[in-house]
T-cell receptor
Framework: DVKVTQSSRYLVKRTGEKVFLECVQD?????MFWYRQDPGLGLRLIYF???????EKGDIPEGYSVSREKKERFSLILESASTNQTSMYLC?????????????FGPGTRLTVL | AQSVAQPEDQVNVAEGNPLTVKCTYS??????LFWYVQYPNRGLQFLLK??????LVKGSYGFEAEFNKSQTSFHLKKPSALVSDSALYFC????????????FGKGTTLSVSS
């Protein structure tokens, strides 16, 4: 079975702090994704990566950055956390195959910024 | 632009009755369509996908979905609902030529009463 793990299930940070969210997948997938989920808005793509050291902006990249130094690990960074970044963050991974591949999700990190 | 619409925020059904969760999409070209389910405080779990072939797709937990190209719909169905099916359901689409992430609907909460 595909396994996608996220470093924390719950996280509480203060405004202005630098926050790191880690995601690891064990299926050798090329693609990895970070989404945020908010009630009534569904999932919105923040960033994705299709290879090591490669990244692409999604729909809402402002205030975030990412890092992919190894194929299995994709990190989301909040350089200076703000209260409007309080949300559920979901990591996903998937293979290539022209978009046919299923994305598999981690359990999510619920981040609260005070 | 690609988009997905889930016209119902909530669907209520009685246990044992058939259920339908609606999804319509808009893409250029052939779509890849997905359904995911999310239980409380959990990540998204893959249910089923349509890539090509038979318009009726069968997935996990007895769910199925029907692809209708003329109506640009991909409704999720189950012949007999269970209380344990109560969850948040997301429809998602990716266009054939796109190597990017999925576009998600806003989600539909399914509530099955006993």
């Amino acid at each position: 079975d595909v396994k996608v793990t996220q470093s924390s299930r719950y996280l509480v940070k203060r405004t202005g702090e630098k926050v790191f969210l880690e995601c690891v997948q064990d299926m050798d997938h090329e693609n990895m994704f970070w989404y945020r989920q908010d009630p009534g808005l569904g999932l919105r793509l923040i960033y994705f990566s299709y290879d090591v050291k490669m990244k692409e902006k999604g729909d809402i990249p402002e205030g975030y950055s990412v890092s992919r130094e190894k194929k299995e690990r994709f990190s989301l960074i909040l350089e200076s956390a703000s209260t409007n970044q309080t949300s559920m963050y979901l990591c996903a991974s998937g293979g290539l195959a022209g978009g046919r591949d299923t994305q598999y999700f981690g359990p999510g990190t619920r981040l609260t910024v005070l | 632009a690609q988009s997905v619409a889930q016209p119902e925020d909530q669907v209520n059904v009685a246990e044992g009755n058939p259920l339908t969760v609606k999804c319509t999409y808009s893409v250029s070209g052939n779509p890849y369509l997905f359904w995911y389910v999310q239980y409380p405080n959990r990540g998204l779990q893959f249910l089923l996908k349509y890539i090509t072939g038979d318009n009726l797709v069968k997935g996990s937990y007895g769910f199925e979905a029907e692809f209708n190209k003329s109506q640009t719909s991909f409704h999720l169905k189950k012949p007999s609902a269970l209380v344990s099916d109560s969850a948040l359901y997301f429809c998602a689409v990716r266009a054939y030529q796109a190597g990017t992430a999925l576009i998600f609907g806003k989600g539909t909460t399914l509530s099955v009463s006993s």
